[in-house]
């Protein structure tokens, strides 16, 4: 058994997840136990830089430095409070916090068929001049480039400040090979949430929201899992509430306020007309599409309608929604048998029973129900790659992120 801490702060730069994780086996026999997690708030200023550096803001390489630094301490102290009265940890697991993400041939988390795309490029594509069977990127100017992820937060000053081998850059070595560089969850889904007969969809919802489809446990399973982002998770709730109180809040509690307003169909019938939605897998986006200049075009497309703040979030809620099961009705070889929810948008009450509503007989559940934890089954995911990497164990699947190979994921830092 090893003592892994796994760390991760998501695109909604909510705080630094932490887990201390206690693991053994390797694949199918892999057995994992959370010793303690906890969510660390950034400092109000922190957290602010970041946004606005997801935002597109322009600053210098001094203060991207500065960022940097300031990032990986905050990880580093809370990699070691996690362990206060438990045993000592041998290795970290640091994804870090992402500030930029361009999928491969693609700009700012649009990738094929994004807002870049020309409006006669989109006719071509419609028409059949541009065909599934065309390079994977065909819009871009050069269509095998590869994709970019940047992480926040190094790997080495982490170990330097804990004195714990650290691994960070996962999304790295995934994109080298051609893959997107996310989601790069499924594989341990897999080994940890599975089940012979049944198929199921793990949904994270973060600030984005991505899916891992695992088919049951039989027949080359491994091989047919699927994994991509969905689209928006809480980042456009998020922005919506923090725009709608002029910053007082960040986010909407239980969904509560969205509840009590009534969504505006066309205008979510509109919204999904977005190239995203119809981009098949392997796909994957961010703060670059599903941000601040996203929510503001949505905010004058709503102005026509005339809505209350609380349909206004109503209808991005309903957005996400949507969106998620839009995938999974469009891209899925079968729909699953069940879908567990995980992350911050699991504890949303009002998006899980719009998902539950727009899934029908499917039930809708979290990972809790199933003995892993939605709160910290990401930050877990990360502890169990980290693990990995020090065995020498490939942690991506390239069904899931369009990678050439399985690849060791992380650079080790000691």
């Not at 990880?75 to 045993?87: L, P, V, Y």
């Not at 994270?204 to 027949?219: C, H, K, L, Q, T």
């Not at 990497?389 to 690849?407: D, K």
Request: aromatic share 6%; glycine share 12%; hydrophobic share 35%.
């Amino acid at each position: 058994m090893t003592y892994v801490i796994g760390l991760i702060s998501g695109t909604s730069v909510d705080g630094i997840d932490a887990a201390l994780v206690d693991i053994s086996g390797t694949d199918l026999d892999l057995k994992i136990e959370l010793l303690a997690g906890k969510t660390y708030p950034y400092p109000a200023e922190l957290r602010e830089r970041i946004l606005a550096v997801c935002a597109g803001e322009s600053i210098s390489m001094a203060e991207l430095a500065e960022l940097d630094d300031a990032i990986a301490l905050a990880f580093a102290n809370n990699a070691q409070n996690i362990q206060n009265g438990h045993k000592p940890a041998s290795l970290i697991g640091s994804h870090g916090q992402t500030v930029y993400h361009r999928p491969p041939g693609g700009e700012g988390g649009r990738g094929r068929g994004g807002e870049g795309e020309t409006r006669e490029t989109r006719e071509t594509r419609k028409q059949g001049g541009i065909s599934s069977s065309s390079p994977r990127f065909p819009h871009s100017p050069t269509p095998h480039s590869l994709g970019y992820s940047l992480q926040l937060g190094r790997g080495a000053v982490i170990a330097h400040v804990t004195g714990i081998t650290t691994i960070s850059n996962f999304r790295a070595a995934d994109i080298a090979a051609g893959g997107q560089g996310a989601p790069l969850v499924p594989r341990v889904d897999a080994y940890l949430l599975s089940h012979p007969q049944e198929g199921r969809c793990i949904q994270n919802i973060g600030g984005i929201g991505n899916v891992a489809y695992i088919p049951p446990r039989r027949d080359n399973w491994l091989e047919k899992i699927l994994g991509w982002d969905t689209g928006p998770g809480n980042s456009l709730l998020d922005l919506a509430v923090h725009h709608l109180t002029a910053g007082a809040k960040t986010y909407d509690e239980n969904g509560d306020w969205a509840a009590s307003g009534t969504p505006c169909h066309p205008l979510i019938e509109q919204w999904l007309n977005q190239d995203y939605f119809h981009l098949p897998p392997p796909k994957s986006t961010g703060r670059e599409l599903f941000g601040v200049a996203y929510l503001h075009q949505c905010l004058k497309d709503a102005e026509i309608y005339q809505l209350s703040s609380a349909d206004l979030l109503a209808t991005i809620t309903e957005l996400t929604a949507v969106s998620i099961v839009h995938n999974y009705r469009t891209f899925l070889p079968q729909m699953p048998q069940k879908v567990f929810l995980c992350g911050g948008g699991s504890r949303n009450l009002y998006l899980k029973r719009r998902l539950q509503i727009l899934l029908q007989s499917i039930p809708v559940l979290t990972t809790d129900e199933v003995g892993l934890s939605a709160d910290f089954k990401e930050a877990i995911a990360f502890a169990v790659l980290a693990y990995w990497r020090n065995l020498g164990i490939p942690g991506n699947l390239p069904t899931a992120t369009g990678a050439s190979q399985e690849v060791l994921l992380g650079e080790i830092n000691r």
